[in-house]
């Protein structure tokens, strides 16, 4: 089992920046690749970005490049996601996760975290 906490939502204007964070416990956290998911109203989750288990390969949804920033420390044990440029669009929960390989599909994440909200105001 591996336990996945998010940490670092809240408001934030258009423009501005959020770092999230999520901190791992239970099972070595460098074997898992690692995912942020958002989840906004009435619509499906979807796949944000993610992270292999040793930080070297990283992977981003189109809509996120060039604003978005995932890394690791397995060190600590966290995940982050900096999110710079916010748009209300962003609005959402964002969850972590992790998962045995490097993908943007739901399905590849077997862990998940209760989620942080993220709200962007215009």
């Known amino acids: 089992q591996v336990q996945l906490v998010e940490s670092g939502g809240g408001l934030v204007q258009a423009g501005g920046s959020l770092r999230l964070s999520c901190a791992a416990s239970?099972?070595?956290?460098?074997?898992?690749?690692m995912g942020w998911f958002l989840h906004a109203p009435g619509k499906e989750r979807e796949f944000v970005a993610a992270?292999?288990?040793?930080?070297?390969?990283?992977a981003y949804a189109d809509s996120v490049k060039g604003r978005f920033t995932i890394s690791r420390d397995n060190a600590k044990n966290t995940l982050y996601l900096q999110m710079n440029s916010l748009k209300p669009e962003y609005t959402a929960v964002y969850y972590c996760?992790?998962?045995?390989?490097?993908?943007?599909?739901?399905?590849?994440?077997?862990?998940w975290g209760q989620g942080t909200q993220v709200t962007v105001s215009s």
């Open positions: 996760a992790a998962g045995r390989s490097l993908g943007s599909s739901l399905l590849e994440y077997n862990y």
């Open positions: 239970g099972r070595t956290f460098s074997n898992y690749a």
């Open positions: 992270i292999s288990g040793t930080g070297l390969a990283t």
